[in-house]
């Protein structure tokens, strides 16, 4: 039985529909996948590795560091571990964070989404300035900056 022309056009139009639908499923599903890879990425951080000695774990981002005080003991050796919690699209900085100290010649920089650390032993005892010098407005920034307190 031969088929009219309507009926052709209207089959092909049920086709074309079809592989839309496909099309526009794959699409969406895609979507969907690549903005679950960058919520987990940004919700879901993997553990630091665990260090030996005294280590002070301290987190950077454009809103400042998540410590404003450390204390620690005169003549007793201590890992700061900086971590920068920004990526590398912040133009200010380009993600990377600074922790530094003059008075004790400390100064270490973590690069965007990493870790990075520094060992010392402080020699002085007293309340000295950290700061990160690298963004976001630098020493000047009421959120990058803190205290060490060096207690005898």
Not at 12 to 27: C, D, H, P, T
Not at 70 to 96: F, M, Q, Y
Not at 98 to 110: K, M, R, T
Request: proline fraction near 4%; aromatic fraction near 8%.
């Amino acid at each position: 039985m031969k088929k009219s022309p309507r009926a052709i056009h209207k089959e092909a139009r049920a086709q074309q529909k079809r592989v839309r639908s496909l099309i526009f499923a794959v699409i969406v599903v895609g979507v969907l996948g690549l903005a679950g890879y960058y919520l987990k990425s940004a919700f879901i951080r993997t553990a630091l590795e665990p260090m030996a000695g005294n280590v002070i774990d301290l987190e950077a981002s454009m809103s400042g560091f998540d410590k404003t005080e450390i204390r620690v003991r005169a003549g007793r050796p201590v890992t700061i571990r900086l971590t920068s919690l920004d990526n590398e699209h912040h133009t200010d900085g380009g993600g990377k964070h600074q922790w530094a100290v003059d008075e004790l010649g400390v100064d270490v920089i973590a690069q965007p989404e990493s870790s990075n650390y520094v060992t010392f032993t402080p020699n002085k005892a007293g309340s000295f300035t950290f700061y990160c010098d690298i963004c976001c407005g630098g020493k000047a920034n009421p959120t990058m900056n803190g205290q060490i307190v060096v207690e005898a």
